[in-house]
């Protein structure tokens, strides 16, 4: 069977290598990446439970018309002239009260002195304001400042009741309706990322060695390539190990904890939702680690079956039979005796 390149692995666990380093810097300053983030907050309606601006309730009762059927000639087309009137002043007066109050929920977030977003990296804690404001389809994110997730914890609970405490109404989390529920997924959260970014470093790691190692490979094969082949094997392995298990947690407690806020945050108008960017890159870098692991995996079972990657075939093997063939025509001297004789 055509020998593979051995640019085939070194080609692919660069690739890895640069995409999980993406995934594990991501956020790390403001700006930077900012899509890919694991799970992102959605603050900018929270505590709507608060006004009641806007709603059912407040819209105006229509006007009965039928007052107006008893009343004949000029009185009966002025009554109907009127409440038509009227019926129309009070849908412009429903339609400013809406506009009153979806102004007031775009602006809720800051008048409460928190951000309209936070989003959670891999190491960071980004937070920030939408432009051109929260309501808009597709609004970009302004980041204002990044917090130290890994070191310092992914607490988001204690950023927002840090900015409700020193805003303008000094108002904490329970005022806003907090469950139970909700902080226990939070916390969770919290708990289960420091794992993940752990994994995540170790799985770096280990795909840098795995690319050093495939590139060292071109020298050593020559020299040992058993030891080479082997190497490369182990380091591919653990990388893509460390991988899977980080992109498995990450994924896992991402969609957890994005349905778990939805389901218990609705109410006081906290919603999250994952980053499909670093779901994306990170399982592209496992399916590239993958292809390098499989393709060391390959040579080993070749090596063992005796067949080499050295194109100058066996050199080992070679060497061995031309120094035994070279005193091959040699007399065979077994049978001299070399004894001295007395004279």
Same mark, same amino acid.
């Given at each position: 069977?055509?020998?593979?390149? !051995? ?148 607490? !988001? ?28 997924? !939070? ?46 094997? !182990? ?109």
């Amino acid at each position: 069977m055509k020998r593979l390149p !051995i640019g085939i692995p070194i080609v692919a666990s660069l690739a890895a290598f640069i995409l999980i380093l993406l995934a594990l810097l991501a956020g790390s300053r403001p700006g930077f990446m900012e899509e890919y983030d694991l799970v992102a907050f959605n603050t900018s309606g929270l505590g709507q439970n608060l006004i009641n601006i806007g709603n059912d309730n407040d819209e105006p009762t229509p006007t009965d018309s039928s007052l107006c059927d008893g009343i004949g000639g000029f009185l009966g087309r002025t009554c109907t002239s009127a409440t038509a009137a009227i019926d129309s002043l009070q849908s412009d007066i429903a339609d400013r009260v809406n506009d009153i109050g979806n102004e007031v929920a775009d602006e809720l977030a800051d008048r409460l002195g928190i951000h309209e977003f936070y989003s959670l990296h891999a190491l960071t804690i980004c937070e920030g304001d939408y432009a051109p404001n929260a309501t808009t389809s597709g609004a970009d994110r302004n980041v204002t400042e990044c917090h130290k997730g890994f070191t310092e914890g992914y607490n !988001i609970s204690a950023l927002l009741d840090h900015g409700l405490r020193v805003g303008p109404y000094r108002l904490t989390l329970a005022d806003l309706g907090f469950t139970d529920e909700l902080q226990d997924a !939070i916390d969770t959260l919290n708990k289960v990322l420091k794992a993940f970014t752990a994994l995540l470093i170790v799985a770096v790691g280990f795909t840098g060695l795995s690319m050093l190692a495939s590139i060292a490979a071109l020298v050593l094969i020559p020299h040992n390539e058993r030891k080479a082949v082997l190497v490369n094997l !182990i380091l591919a392995g653990a990388a893509l190990s460390f991988m899977v298990l980080s992109g498995l947690i990450g994924t896992i407690t991402a969609s957890i904890a994005t349905d778990k806020v939805n389901e218990n945050g609705d109410d006081i108008g906290l919603s999250s939702s994952m980053g499909t960017g670093y779901l994306i890159i990170t399982w592209v870098a496992v399916g590239l680690m993958l292809v390098t692991f499989g393709y060391w995996l390959w040579q080993f079972l070749r090596h063992r079956n005796g067949k080499t990657m050295d194109p100058r075939g066996p050199r080992k093997y070679a060497r061995d039979s031309e120094e035994s063939g070279a005193y091959g025509d040699r007399p065979n001297m077994s049978g001299i005796n070399f004894s001295r004789t007395r004279r």
